[in-house]
């Protein structure tokens, strides 16, 4: 159920308020005043009732956080603990007094991501580009892919193995099911062999061990699929069937059991050379640099196939069409999308002009910036792994770390606005004092 609104006038005139308290030229300050919140209350509206159940959290409050928690790349328990000690983040959510515990516990952000979905993450984005104004209606662009990696291990057969089994002898402590063996000594010993495989004396012991590994899986899964009733676990029991069937050369295998949807992306870095996770596609300005598109990937598809859904998200976020964008050579073969000019790097042609070879030298220098533009979304708004579940929360996540971006980037502004105010204040206060004193030097 909706929560009825605080009435202000009822607050105590003895207590100031945080807008009373509170510098207003802090930042996060200013960002509070200028996003339309009333957007968010009316579009997400639709997903409460009006005159049933518990009464919910404030919208502003909820969206505030999420905002806060990519903006200060934080959990949700970080982002809960932290907006009880700090009275900026309060005045950001919509608070008028200072409230010394915390708004929600940390799950009920998770409801409410799911409850809004990736349509109203993707109103979160939109708003972020209208607040950094003239910069998100750009004629030309760049664009680019990268990978989210998902919250997993490296994935090796063993690991997927011997998750099975324990995930096996749950569902058959929880059902009642007595197994014939749980096999934990068997196991313990053969972890022994699994560990030193890479010693020259150890490499067959280790590739037995794998084999037998794989052995009690399959058992324990026929046992489970000949004592349970016939639809009980089958999704689980097909997705382990799965795993024990697929071979080192097959594709679109699992790598997760809590994360099927994962994909194997081929990074081609001696550092890195594969990432777990799903593809993403980022949208940035030329000049100004404010992220008009960012979009999950579903399948790993080549990057050329990818610009239809990237250039049409931007244009239903900015409701403007650019008119040029500058890719890499991983988009090759693509030379107009829904009106949009691509421009991949090439040898240029003798019929061009050497003003508009300087004009697509100038592009594609332009367009390298977009590189840093995904290192920053990565290291410090949470896109370098991706805590969501499934494939909405891959959506969830990248439009979320988008939109901080954008935010973080027009309060960078301001702080930098402030900063050269105040020395040019400070240099006319002391050219005034200089003035002053050689004034009173000359009278004496």
């Not at 071979?247 to 699992?254: G, L, T, W």
């Amino acid at each position: 159920m909706l929560n009825k609104p605080i009435n202000i006038s009822q607050l105590s005139f003895l207590q100031p308020g945080l807008k009373e308290q509170l510098s207003n030229k802090h930042p996060l300050y200013i960002l509070a005043d200028q996003i339309n919140w009333k957007l968010f209350e009316e579009a997400f509206r639709k997903h409460y009732r009006e005159d049933f159940g518990r009464p919910a959290k404030p919208i502003r409050l909820m969206v505030g956080l999420l905002m806060l928690k990519h903006i200060r790349n934080l959990s949700d328990e970080s982002v809960v603990e932290q907006w009880a000690e700090n009275g900026y983040y309060q005045y950001f959510s919509g608070e008028v007094i200072f409230t010394a515990k915390d708004p929600c516990e940390a799950s009920e952000l998770v409801h409410f991501r799911n409850r809004i979905g990736a349509e109203g993450v993707e109103l979160i984005l939109k708003e972020s580009i209208r607040v950094n104004g003239k910069g998100g209606k750009e004629d030309k662009g760049s664009i680019d892919t990268t990978v989210q990696e998902k919250n997993i291990t490296y994935p090796t057969d063993s690991k997927l193995h011997r998750r099975i089994i324990k995930k096996c002898v749950g569902i058959a402590e929880k059902e009642g099911i007595v197994l014939r063996q749980s096999y934990t000594r068997t196991l313990k010993k053969l972890g022994v062999d699994q560990r030193f495989r890479n010693h020259p004396k150890n490499g067959a012991k280790a590739r037995k061990a794998d084999k037998k590994v794989k052995t009690i899986a399959g058992t324990l899964v026929r046992e489970l699929q000949r004592k349970l009733p016939a639809e009980s676990y089958k999704t689980e029991l097909d997705l382990f069937d799965r795993v024990l069937r697929q071979k080192r050369q097959d594709k679109n295998k699992v790598y997760s059991l809590h994360e099927p949807e994962v994909l194997c992306i081929s990074k081609g870095k001696e550092h890195k050379k594969y990432e777990f996770g799903s593809k993403v596609s980022i949208t940035v300005t030329q000049n100004s640099g404010v992220i008009i598109g960012a979009l999950n990937i579903v399948g790993n598809d080549y990057d050329g196939h990818t610009l239809d859904a990237a250039l049409e998200q931007q244009q239903r976020l900015t409701c403007h069409k650019l008119k040029e964008a500058f890719v890499d050579r991983g988009y090759r073969g693509r030379k107009e999308v829904l009106g949009t000019t691509i421009h991949t790097p090439k040898t240029f042609s003798s019929k061009l002009s050497n003003y508009r070879k300087a004009k697509l030298k100038k592009g594609f220098t332009k367009r390298a910036a977009i590189e840093p533009k995904i290192g920053h979304l990565k290291a410090d708004h949470r896109l370098s792994r991706n805590f969501y579940k499934g494939i909405k929360g891959d959506n969830i996540n990248v439009m979320l770390a988008a939109a901080a971006m954008n935010f973080k980037r027009m309060m960078n502004i301001w702080k930098d606005n402030l900063a050269a105010l105040f020395t040019c204040l400070n240099q006319m206060i002391s050219q005034m004092l200089k003035a002053t004193q050689i004034t009173m030097i000359g009278n004496y």
